[in-house]
């Protein structure tokens, strides 16, 4: 489980992005975190594995205080959060392969990263990987041939190779199509359920968090203003995050009306366990 208790973000400028937040996130729960630009949304999401240092409050994963952490204990505490970002964040030169294993780098040493000798299991579960992701006959390619959501699929690949108990998702639809964002959404739900993951996904598209997540936490101006169930997200309710609009445009929409994931083989479901029997 993840918890926060009390916390609190206040930058340079003087700029309060976190007002004491207090919040819990149980294993396996998949979390929408919505909000206007400027509510702390991707700060709070850093603020976890402490790419953001709060300025006061604590951050507990399980029973261990992430934000009492040395640098060197942080470092080995960040193999449990898997992280995948907006920009994708692959090095552009290497192969699919190797920014995969690169989420290996918290297990192995400087010399074995640096000639990239990676134990045969991480490689044997890397494949394992991008098959279920459907990326398979794309290993040996380099990142920036990808489009991108082949790329978000090698960034959640990468993350997922570390073995963590939570994911943390900033934006990860923001620069794709709708039917690949509700795709790339739809994996990380599986996924999720699959392994028995948390996940914390800060996310714009209002839809997509209602219809890819178990629960929605809406921040206005670095506080919580509404924590609940999908289906409680009403006009009222989103006017108090966002402000006046014509919301019932945006909400209520046919959740059932899916379109196919073409990108999940039938190899991926007999490694994942998914193909009935």
């Known amino acids: 489980m993840l918890r926060l208790e009390g916390l609190r973000k206040q930058y340079r400028t003087g700029d309060l992005a976190l007002k004491g937040v207090d919040l819990e996130v149980p294993d396996s729960q998949v979390m929408a975190l919505i909000g206007p630009s400027g509510a702390g949304k991707s700060t709070l999401i850093r603020c976890v594995n402490r790419l953001v240092e709060p300025t006061d409050g604590k951050v507990y994963l399980g029973d261990l205080e992430l934000t009492s952490l040395s640098r060197f204990a942080l470092r080995k505490a960040r193999r449990r959060m898997g992280m995948i970002f907006q920009e994708y964040a692959l ?108 996940a914390i996904i800060n996310i714009h598209d209002v839809m997509l968090a209602q219809m890819f997540s178990q629960r929605i936490v809406g921040l206005e101006l670095g506080a919580i203003v509404y924590d609940g169930p999908p289906d409680q997200l009403t006009p009222e309710v989103l006017t108090r995050i966002y402000g006046e609009e014509d919301w019932e445009a945006t909400i209520g929409k046919d959740e059932d009306a899916e379109d196919e994931d073409e990108t999940v083989p039938v190899a991926a479901q007999v490694l994942t366990g998914e193909a009935a029997s």
Not at 142 to 159: F, K, M, P, T, Y
Not at 171 to 179: F, G, Q, Y
């Open 91 to 198: 090095v552009e030169r290497l192969t699919v392969m190797e920014n995969v294993l690169s989420g290996r780098l918290g297990y192995v040493g400087f010399w074995r990263s640096w000639f990239r000798k990676f134990p045969k299991e991480d490689v044997r579960e890397a494949y394992r990987l991008l098959d279920r992701v459907g990326l398979m006959d794309m290993a040996d390619k380099r990142a920036d041939e990808l489009s991108g959501g082949q790329r978000q699929r090698v960034g959640i690949c990468r993350a997922l190779i570390q073995n963590p108990e939570l994911l943390l998702v900033d934006e990860p639809t923001a620069s794709l199509d709708p039917k690949t964002s509700r795709q790339i959404m739809r994996l990380i739900n599986e996924l999720c359920a699959e392994r028995g993951l948390a």
